[in-house]
């Protein structure tokens, strides 16, 4: 049976490099996937090509919810029920806090202003920010303008959240706030896909790990699997490098 | 003072105040409408510019490119004495708007491209990931944050205009410069000249002096 999210033979290239060597895929509905691997294997092209940040080749597939990724009609339909939270955040930095929240909803689901408005304040309190409002976003440390971000992102209802490296950027001290937020967001029914180099949230929160690895994905199981017992060399010398720092 | 007799008559300023404030109110007419006219075309140029398919992209480069090239008097020239060679015949005033919007348009649109292209990627790729279309993703989030960068430039360019539109007086609209010039013929005294750079200073020295506080603001929270 097709995943919620439905990946098949996706290839993507830029220029003569290809960056995707035909990536399967198949995520569940409700189910939380990290994507772990090193810089530049391509973790960050796949989940930006599941909202067509990146096109990719003709003869791949995409589906989300059944609906195929490609450009048309369908697609802001898509965009609006696939959430995605960047590395440098990428709020608006001309808009207070609660409009960052606010904007989407009311131009893509045409909500009124008064129940926008609202649903946005109860996000923010949700991700620990409530008070923060009516700043703008210029003012917030790293980790509050994350979890603004993500606020930002659920604003919209989505059935998915891609991360790519949420937490990267962050200050260490950090770190652990926007785990925090992401973590409560993990068994919600939100279908979720982190590339993310904290190994410790990937054990605990994640349902399948995914090791990537020049373009493909090496290797994929729970995270007892993927971090206890390892099958392929190229995981165990990853983990290796990365744990023991 | 045999100077001031000369460049400063003051009966003579006195007499031919009233025809300089007719040039000026002209001369404000003409750089209002150009501008604005400039503003609106130069936008959708740019947009044009930047996100069209590849041929009107290309035909609005050549546009820009032809435009910032031409000389303004040419262009003036050749709309009021040789269109009407073809059956268009423009009054003076549309002559002048004309010339001069088409031309502001042009640089409009590539200080507009520059602002643009100025806002980081992540601006768009998160308005997209958001599912805001075209319109929304440029109204909302692009545009407003480009603004703020172009506003000295744009406001660079007024000055431009303002400045150009004393070109209509070579046809024959009777603007600031060509009352002034009249003036002087009447009045066999240069005063009015004097008169008419000064309003020109007047006008424009301000706006001058707020691109160089914007400039300097801009500069500063980068
Ligand atoms: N816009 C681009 N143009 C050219 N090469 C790119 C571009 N984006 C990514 N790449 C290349 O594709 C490969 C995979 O990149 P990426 O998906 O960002 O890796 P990761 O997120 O795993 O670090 C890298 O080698 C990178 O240099
Ligand atoms: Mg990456």
């Given at each position: 049976?097709?995943?919620?999210?439905?990946?098949?033979?996706?290839?993507?290239?830029?220029?003569?490099?290809?960056?995707?060597?035909?990536?399967?895929?198949?995520?569940?509905?409700?189910?939380?996937?990290?994507?772990?691997?090193?810089?530049?294997?391509?973790?960050?092209?796949?989940?930006?090509?599941?909202?067509?940040?990146?096109?990719?080749?003709?003869?791949?597939?995409?589906?989300?919810?059944?609906?195929?990724?490609?450009?048309?009609?369908?697609?802001?339909?898509?965009?609006?029920?696939?959430?995605?939270?960047?590395?440098?955040?990428?709020?608006f930095p001309h808009l207070t806090v609660l409009r960052n929240v606010m904007l989407a909803p009311m131009r893509v689901r045409h909500l009124p202003?008064?129940?926008?408005?609202?649903?946005?304040?109860?996000?923010?309190?949700?991700?620990?920010?409530?008070?923060?409002?009516?700043?703008?976003?210029?003012?917030?440390?790293?980790?509050?303008?994350?979890?603004?971000?993500?606020?930002?992102?659920?604003?919209?209802?989505?059935?998915?959240?891609?991360?790519?490296?949420?937490?990267?950027?962050?200050?260490?001290?950090?770190?652990?706030?926007?785990?925090?937020?992401?973590?409560?967001?993990?068994?919600?029914?939100?279908?979720?896909?982190?590339?993310?180099?904290?190994?410790?949230?990937?054990?605990?929160?994640?349902?399948?790990?995914?090791?990537?690895?020049?373009?493909?994905?090496?290797?994929?199981?729970?995270?007892?699997?993927?971090?206890?017992?390892?099958?392929?060399?190229?995981?165990?010398?990853?983990?290796?490098?990365?744990?023991?720092? | 003072?045999?100077?001031?007799?000369?460049?400063?008559?003051?009966?003579?300023?006195?007499?031919?105040?009233?025809?300089?404030?007719?040039?000026?109110?002209?001369?404000?007419?003409?750089?209002?409408?150009?501008?604005?006219?400039?503003?609106?075309?130069?936008?959708?140029?740019?947009?044009?510019?930047?996100?069209?398919?590849?041929?009107?992209?290309?035909?609005?480069?050549?546009?820009?490119?032809?435009?910032?090239?031409?000389?303004?008097?040419?262009?003036?020239?050749?709309?009021?004495?040789?269109?009407?060679?073809?059956?268009?015949?423009?009054?003076?005033?549309?002559?002048?708007?004309?010339?001069?919007?088409?031309?502001?348009?042009?640089?409009?649109?590539?200080?507009?491209?520059?602002?643009?292209?100025?806002?980081?990627?992540?601006?768009?790729?998160?308005?997209?990931?958001?599912?805001?279309?075209?319109?929304?993703?440029?109204?909302?989030?692009i545009l407003p944050q480009a603004i703020r960068i172009v506003i000295p430039p744009l406001t660079n360019n007024c000055i431009n205009v303002m400045?150009?539109?004393?070109?209509?007086?070579?046809?024959?609209?009777?603007?600031?410069?060509?009352?002034?010039?009249?003036?002087?013929?009447?009045?066999?005294?240069?005063?009015?000249?004097?008169?008419?750079?000064?309003?020109?200073?007047?006008?424009?020295?301000?706006?001058?002096?707020?691109?160089?506080?914007?400039?300097?603001?801009?500069?500063?929270?980068?």
């Amino acid at each position: 049976m097709p995943g919620y999210i439905h990946i098949r033979n996706l290839k993507k290239s830029f220029g003569s490099f290809t960056a995707l060597h035909g990536i399967d895929l198949d995520i569940a509905e409700g189910e939380v996937v990290c994507v772990i691997g090193p810089s530049g294997s391509g973790k960050s092209t796949l989940i930006r090509c599941i909202n067509l940040l990146e096109d990719y080749a003709a003869d791949s597939t995409i589906t989300v919810g059944g609906t195929p990724v490609q450009r048309g009609r369908a697609l802001e339909k898509v965009r609006a029920d696939v959430g995605m939270v960047f590395q440098s955040f990428n709020l608006f930095p001309h808009l207070t806090v609660l409009r960052n929240v606010m904007l989407a909803p009311m131009r893509v689901r045409h909500l009124p202003e008064a129940e926008a408005e609202q649903r946005a304040r109860e996000l923010l309190r949700r991700v620990g920010i409530g008070e923060q409002a009516d700043k703008f976003p210029g003012k917030l440390s790293g980790g509050q303008q994350q979890r603004v971000a993500i606020a930002r992102a659920l604003a919209m209802e989505p059935k998915v959240m891609l991360f790519d490296e949420p937490t990267s950027a962050l200050d260490p001290e950090m770190v652990g706030e926007v785990l925090d937020v992401m973590k409560s967001l993990a068994g919600t029914g939100v279908t979720m896909l982190v590339v993310t180099h904290e190994m410790g949230f990937a054990r605990q929160v994640a349902d399948r790990v995914i090791f990537m690895d020049g373009g493909r994905i090496v290797e994929s199981g729970t995270p007892a699997q993927i971090f206890d017992t390892p099958q392929e060399e190229r995981t165990r010398n990853f983990l290796g490098a990365v744990l023991n720092h | 003072m045999e100077i001031f007799d000369t460049f400063f008559n003051l009966p003579v300023l006195i007499r031919t105040f009233p025809l300089l404030l007719s040039g000026l109110w002209i001369t404000l007419q003409i750089g209002v409408v150009s501008i604005l006219a400039g503003l609106v075309a130069g936008l959708g140029l740019a947009l044009v510019r930047l996100y069209a398919a590849g041929w009107l992209r290309f035909l609005a480069r050549l546009y820009i490119d032809v435009m910032r090239s031409i000389p303004l008097l040419v262009l003036l020239i050749i709309i009021y004495y040789a269109l009407p060679f073809v059956g268009i015949r423009l009054s003076p005033f549309l002559s002048a708007v004309a010339a001069l919007s088409l031309v502001s348009a042009a640089y409009t649109a590539e200080i507009f491209r520059a602002g643009i292209e100025a806002i980081p990627r992540g601006q768009f790729e998160a308005s997209e990931a958001l599912g805001l279309g075209v319109r929304h993703k440029m109204v909302d989030v692009i545009l407003p944050q480009a603004i703020r960068i172009v506003i000295p430039p744009l406001t660079n360019n007024c000055i431009n205009v303002m400045k150009d539109t004393a070109l209509a007086s070579v046809v024959a609209m009777p603007d600031l410069l060509k009352q002034a010039t009249q003036a002087q013929a009447l009045s066999a005294n240069p005063s009015p000249l004097i008169g008419a750079a000064l309003i020109y200073l007047a006008i424009l020295w301000p706006l001058v002096a707020a691109v160089s506080r914007l400039e300097r603001r801009y500069g500063k929270d980068r």
